[in-house]
């Protein structure tokens, strides 16, 4: 069975399999509330992406555009994309799902940043995300990870 990645609906059949994953997750890793603020009918406007295994949700993220006007991380600054969430169900972990989305965000070919939690800093750096080299507002209690599209490679200073 071929895994693929899906955006993910806005609407209440969402929110159920959502309540899968909190039922293993923490607290930060939980997309509900996410989820709730965003909740219109199947809006196409969609943040969250995941990959079914038959009919059942096992990994999912949530992925934003930023604007370059807020880019504290990429010179120039420049639109990026920010992971915000990545789980994938136990059960279903090695098994190249992680990878999968990230390899999807990958393929929009923009920086991407992330703040890895839940001991996924590993992951991150082992799928070419590097650490940011130079001081970033700590008050936001980040430690961030990015990755450059090929041919980008430059970090503010």
Same mark, same amino acid.
């Given at each position: ?6 955006? !993910?609906? &806005? ?10 994953? +909190?039922? =293993? *997750? ?30 059942k ?18 010179e120039?600054?420049?639109?990026? !994309?920010e &992971? ?6 136990p059960?279903?972990?090695? +098994?190249? =799902? *992680? ?59």
């Amino acid at each position: 069975m071929t895994a693929k990645v899906e955006k !993910l609906k &806005i609407n209440y059949k969402t929110m159920e399999e959502f309540k899968k994953f +909190k039922e =293993y *997750g923490v607290q930060e890793l939980s997309m509900l509330e996410d989820l709730e603020a965003n909740m219109i009918e199947d809006d196409s406007l969609s943040p969250f992406y995941g990959i079914y295994f038959g009919d059942k949700l096992v990994a999912r993220m949530s992925l934003y555009r930023r604007d370059s006007r807020f880019d504290q991380y990429f010179e120039p600054p420049q639109d990026y !994309l920010e &992971i915000w969430k990545l789980e994938v169900l136990p059960g279903y972990q090695n +098994k190249k =799902y *992680g990878q999968k989305l990230i390899n999807y965000a990958k393929s929009y070919n923009m920086p991407i940043k992330t703040n890895p939690r839940m001991n996924s800093r590993k992951f991150f750096e082992n799928l070419g995300f590097k650490p940011v080299t130079y001081e970033v507002d700590r008050d936001l209690g980040e430690n961030p990870l990015v990755w450059y599209p090929e041919g980008v490679t430059e970090q503010k200073h």
